[in-house]
């Protein structure tokens, strides 16, 4: 069974700018969490979307947003890039986010902002 | 003070030593509590995963959590290098929004 994808895995952009990031689920998984990783504040939660509907949101300010496509395949967009939004964005796929032991993380996509 | 508290590293141990990483807690909520492996440029894994208290023993992996003192431990037995990796912790509460918090993370080192 293939695992999770994320596509772009390496992007540089500047300040100001948007990006959007993609991620396809593992087949059958219809929960798709994202998180980012930076060296100081660790793993941290984004959203989560199931079913094409944001479940769960973390404490992000609104430029960060996602959706979910009906094959579960999911976009997250930052727009208006600032210097601390370079991070590692990791995307999780599972049966659900309400059973941790079944989530999956995908290899991430490094964002650098110049 | 975060949630969960784990000390970044990096720890260097010798090959075949007993590793102990730890994290600590503050939301007595927490019901899951999962160890992900992440090696440089890959997303996590997960490695070993427990409900509520107690221990849970996988190969050279033995997960233990201490609800009382909000303290929970993975011990590595007979490291390896192919060990040598960022470790970190996560906490799940059972009910509500489900959104797991995360350690920063502990760097290990194997060294032959």
């Known amino acids: 069974k293939a695992g999770v994808t994320q596509t772009p895995r390496y992007l540089i952009k500047t300040r100001g700018q948007q990006v959007t990031l993609s991620c396809s689920p593992i087949?059958?998984?219809?929960?798709v969490s994202w998180y980012q990783q930076t060296p100081g504040q660790g793993l941290q939660f984004l959203f989560e979307?199931?079913?094409?509907?944001?479940?769960n949101k973390g404490n992000f300010p609104g430029r960060f947003s996602g959706r979910q496509f009906s094959n579960s395949r999911s976009e997250m967009n930052v727009s208006t890039l600032e210097l601390g939004d370079s991070a590692l964005y990791l995307c999780?796929?599972?049966?659900?986010?309400?059973?941790?032991?079944?989530?999956?993380f995908g290899p991430g996509t490094r964002l650098t902002v110049l | 003070q975060k949630e969960v508290e784990q000390d970044p590293g990096p720890l260097s141990v010798p090959e075949g030593a007993i590793v102990s990483l730890n994290c600590t807690y503050s939301?007595?909520?927490?019901?899951?509590f999962m160890w992900y492996r992440q090696y440089s440029r890959k997303g996590p894994e997960l490695l070993m995963y427990?409900?509520?208290?107690g221990n849970k023993e996988d190969g050279r992996f033995t997960a233990q959590v201490d609800k009382s003192s909000k303290y929970i431990s993975l011990f590595i037995r007979d490291s390896q290098p192919s060990d040598s990796a960022t470790y970190l912790c996560?906490?799940?509460?059972?009910?509500?929004?489900?959104?797991?918090?995360f350690g920063r993370g502990t760097s290990l080192i194997v060294h032959p």
């Open positions: 999780a796929s599972s049966l659900s986010l309400a059973s941790p032991n079944e989530q999956f």
């Open positions: 979307y199931f079913s094409e509907t944001q479940r």
């Open positions: 996560a906490m799940q509460a059972s009910g509500g929004s489900y959104i797991p918090t």
């Open positions: 939301n007595s909520a927490f019901q899951y």
């Open positions: 427990t409900y509520s208290s």
């Open positions: 087949s059958g998984h219809r929960s």
